[in-house]
């Protein structure tokens, strides 16, 4: 569809795919659950009673900081196997990124600290939320910058420190704090019971009306940008190729509404994540295979073919074991949080 990354041959034009490939699923794991925890903070100083609060926090404190790994393991991978890219990538985005690892961390303390306070509980609850909220906007401003592309000559970053800041960023972080909390929303009606689901259901609908409408500027915004995402979407015969995932998109919002109103509990959440991730594969259609737009291709950004086969042993050995860690611990903590539920410490 592309034509791109023809002038390499075997190991030089393979490898670098199969290691796009394994950094978009770590992406896009610790966007789906590490997203749904950042959206149960991002509703948190909203729910009206404290033994909301406690439910809803207790239904991610076992598994938030396992969440995060997934996070290292992008940026570690990148690292290792795109080094020109991260090399870039680090400079011009470092602003926003140092923003999101602080609000993280005050959200991590806040895990800690609220079960144990008693006075100072509303300081740890603003904290969550407001840690959350933060590291969310920031995360989508760093891919609102993502899509623009950098400027660069040679092999380094020649931007401003500020160039990541645009109205289109702005854009993303607010449709991303829409999207986590459309996820955060959907897993308190699958994880809590009572007031709280209604509740939760509410506040289900009115983020993915806030997610729809930043869906749709940010698809109209960019074909716009000036890097041929237009032609990618709208020449012909790509256009036949790429009609289905709009038209997806589209059914996944609306069975998610249906759902919703039908009392499900676990399908609303799982077709989030699919609305998730279809968005990212039409992030993929607009970008791939740039991996510094509008310069680099993951070819031309790739380290020497040993590297890449080096590093591969060991991702395939800390990948799955990830993956199975993160399914057992989900399936040791399945099912709903009690209502009767005090603050003070882990349960279900």
């Known amino acids: 569809m592309f034509g791109f990354g023809m002038e390499y041959e075997g190991a030089a034009f393979w490898l670098p795919l199969v290691w796009s490939a394994l950094l978009a ?28 609060r406690d439910r809803m926090m207790l239904s991610v404190a076992p598994i938030w900081d396992g969440n995060e790994t997934w996070l290292v393991l992008g940026g570690g991978g990148l690292f290792a196997v795109f080094s020109v890219a991260y090399a870039i990538l680090l400079p011009a985005l470092y602003l926003p990124l140092i923003l999101m690892l602080i609000a993280l961390i005050f959200r991590g303390v806040a895990f800690e600290f609220r079960f144990k306070a008693n006075k100072s509980q509303p300081i740890w609850d603003y904290a969550f939320h407001y840690g959350s909220l933060v ?30 800041l645009t109205p289109f960023s702005v854009m993303t972080g607010i449709g991303l704090v829409c999207g986590y909390g459309l996820l955060g929303a959907t897993w308190c009606v699958m ?5 709280l689901e209604i509740w939760s259901r509410r506040k289900s609908k009115q983020f993915l009306a806030g997610t729809i409408l930043s869906m749709a500027i940010v698809s109209a915004w960019v074909p716009y940008l000036g890097l041929d995402i237009q032609w990618r979407w709208f020449s012909w015969p790509n256009l036949l190729y790429v009609a289905p995932v709009p038209v997806v998109t589209a059914f996944v919002c609306w069975r998610i509404f249906q759902t919703l109103d039908e009392g499900r509990e676990v399908a609303p959440f799982l077709l989030s994540i699919a609305l998730f991730l279809l ?53 040791v903590f399945r099912g709903k949080v009690a209502e009767d539920i005090q603050s003070g410490g882990y349960g279900h």
């Open 25 to 52: 699923l770590a992406v896009a794991m610790y966007v789906v659950i590490d997203g749904f925890d950042l959206g149960v903070g991002i509703l948190f100083t909203a729910a009206e009673r404290g033994n909301w």
């Open 135 to 164: 590291a969310t906007f920031a995360q989508g401003m760093v891919l609102g910058a993502f899509v623009q592309g950098f400027r660069v000559e040679g092999r380094g970053y020649t931007g401003g420190t500020f160039d990541w």
């Open 191 to 195: 994880k809590t019971s009572g007031e």
């Open 279 to 331: 968005g990212f594969l039409g992030l993929a259609i607009s970008l791939f295979p740039y991996i510094v737009p509008p310069k680099f291709t993951i070819w031309q950004a790739a380290n020497a073919v040993s590297a890449l086969q080096f590093a591969l042993i060991g991702y395939s050995v800390v990948m799955p074991l990830t993956l199975a860690y993160t399914a057992y611990a989900y399936w």
